[in-house]
């Protein structure tokens, strides 16, 4: 009969870290911090992605399978079994928060979002849902996007939104008191993937080997400032797992699109880490940062702090959204 040593007698329980990755879509896991996630749970660290949404409103990005009767019948289906395909590649817990895909508007005027989508549900209600799940899982340390949702898709700008109220009022005894037991999380991040200085060096690397580079006319429409990046994890050794949790969102990724021209080793050599913002944070965030855990010491002694109640933020850079 198997053991599970963590759960059944006659091992003790090791208590160990834990992080929790907010996202907005399936397949938003695995383009932003999968190579992350993939070095802690190789490291021994339990990792949960949360999916807020179904992404039943995505678009089938893979002209293979544009047409495909069988996945136009159930996208949604479709996007549950690739999610849970991703997860297996990842190593990761996954769990959806259960809100529907608000679909990404276009044309001018922008039309309505679509009622009962995830952006619409009352705050209150989308909140609660994370706290619940914040106070399960009870993790060291949360993942979310910035206060511009890193590109602005109604579901991701409402994720960072949630997930910001969320990590204050978890720890919060009078907030949401139906929801759980509180437990407070020591430090949010944000994924910072896409910054100029990344898109940049992929770009003279590719020039300067003579290659053609995806990112030409990208890099001439800059506008956006970039983000302070503060931690830096280094996972070039994950970047397979990555392209394959990614690929496993066989209707939301071209594989012939840019995701994938350029070359893996070429990514390794030149920008080997994903990037991360301290948002805010209960220990000090040191300069040079390397690891998401930084200054929370062991599993037991993170635990300890995360319990200890009482505790006062010392790093906190978010930005107020403005109603
Ligand atoms: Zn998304």
Not at 89 to 114: A, K, M, N, T, Y
Not at 202 to 219: I, K, Q
Not at 240 to 259: K, M, S, Y
Request: contains cysteine.
């Amino acid at each position: 009969m198997p053991m599970h040593p963590e759960t059944e007698g006659p091992f003790p329980v090791t208590e160990r870290l834990r992080l929790m990755c907010v996202h907005a879509h399936p397949d938003d896991e695995s383009s932003k911090g999968a190579a992350t996630m993939a070095k802690y749970v190789a490291a021994g660290v339990e990792v949960l992605v949360v999916s807020c949404t179904g992404g039943e409103r995505g678009d089938i990005l893979n002209p293979e399978l544009q047409d495909d009767p069988h996945i136009l019948r159930d996208l949604a289906q479709v996007r549950r079994d690739e999610m849970a395909a991703a997860q297996a590649i990842l190593g990761v817990q996954h769990s959806w928060l259960g809100f529907v895909d608000s679909g990404l508007p276009e044309g001018d005027p922008l039309p309505p979002l679509p009622e009962g989508c995830f952006a619409l549900e009352p705050l209150e209600v989308t909140i609660e849902a994370l706290v619940r799940e914040i106070r399960r899982f009870r993790p060291h340390v949360m993942t979310t996007y910035d206060e511009n949702g890193g590109y602005p898709h109604p579901d991701h700008i409402m994720c960072h939104v949630v997930s910001v109220a969320a990590f204050d009022a978890a720890g919060d005894p009078a907030a949401y008191p139906h929801a759980g037991e509180p437990w407070q999380p020591l430090k949010l991040y944000y994924n910072g993937g896409f910054t100029k200085a990344r898109i940049q060096a992929l770009h003279d690397a590719l020039v300067a080997m003579g290659e053609e580079s995806p990112y030409a006319e990208w890099l001439a429409g800059w506008e956006r400032p970039d983000r302070a990046v503060t931690t830096r994890i280094h996972a070039a050794d994950y970047y397979d797992v990555r392209d394959r949790a990614l690929l496993a969102h066989r209707t939301q990724i071209d594989p012939n699109g840019t995701w994938f021209k350029v070359p893996r080793d070429v990514q390794q050599r030149e920008w080997p880490y994903e990037d991360y913002e301290a948002a805010a944070s209960f220990v000090p965030i040191a300069e040079g940062e390397d690891d998401l855990f930084a200054g929370l010491g062991s599993a037991e002694k993170a635990t300890a702090t995360a319990s200890s109640g009482g505790l006062h933020l010392v790093h906190d850079t978010r930005v107020e959204r403005s109603a």
